[in-house]
């Protein structure tokens, strides 16, 4: 059944939030996420009559299924190092973007965490993991260069706000590139939290969790980027990957915005009953708060 709420991007994202439960119920839930697959090529609808393709769609559905299931396929992850920009590291929100114009940071994220994890994995030979290490510190590197003080905006190369939720996202991201590529960076990296986390008291909990943040940029071929990044959940994540590295006031600061969140959260019971991602999301940034990130 192809009910909207329950494409391949969402039953991936659950799948990360409720993992025990998704390994219960594993040959179904796949077999569900399989139906979404694009029948003639390595990608996933995101509704039933799409005809484009999503890198982001692509790399949550790898991070889920290598992160809940052990599992990877080959093509998926041959798809994504090809679709990244081999000079710059970024990739674009749709499939075969060439023009730096529209290189997304969002896109070189979720992708950076869906090839970590996949790095991580017992999945990749000699060969792959070569790839895929050079893959991750081109995108991290691309990614470090193209913040806005503490902030980053989704199209660097465009103008528009900074996006706080997406930020935390680049974070997560760039502490799991961190564990692979070694210590070098590692005190730019602990500045890029501080100053992250020391930001929050300008974004108050009652209004990130009003709101959602989309570029609807209009990008090559007259394709609009339509993505949503649900703030709050995507702020928690941030926290989650920085709070080691702050300083004790900005934890302090931290710590009051994260109170503030929980009893946000208790509130927004019809946003998470009505919409499963918006769930998924929240259950996984605070399965990151309680314990290591999968």
Known sequence: MKDGRYNAWTLSQMSLALPAHAQSCKRGLLSRIEHWQFGDSVG?????????????????CVWGKAATFGEVDHS???????????QDGWWGTYSNTLDKEYASTYATAITLVALTTVYQSSFPDDALKIRLKRSIRLASDW????????????YPNHSGNVAVGLSGIVLL???????????????????FDREFLGSLDSYPVPLMAEFSEISGLTVDNGRIDHVRVYVLPSVLLGIASTHKSGKTSDVTEASIWLSDATDTILQSRDLVSDYPWVAAEYLIALDALLGPPK
């Not at 998926?76 to 190092?81: F, H, N, P, R, S």
């Not at 990614?143 to 989704?154: E, I």
């Not at 991201?173 to 500045?191: C, F, K, N, T, W």
């Open 76 to 86: 998926e992850v041959d798809y994504l190092l090809v679709q990244q920009n081999s």
């Open 173 to 191: 991201s760039l502490r799991r590139a961190q564990d692979i590529l070694g210590p070098a960076g590692a005190v730019e990296l602990s500045e």
């Open 143 to 154: 990614l470090k260069t193209h913040h806005n003080g503490p902030f980053w905006k989704d």
């Open 44 to 60: 996933y609808k995101e509704f039933p009559d799409d005809t484009t393709h999503k890198v982001p769609l692509i790399a949550w």
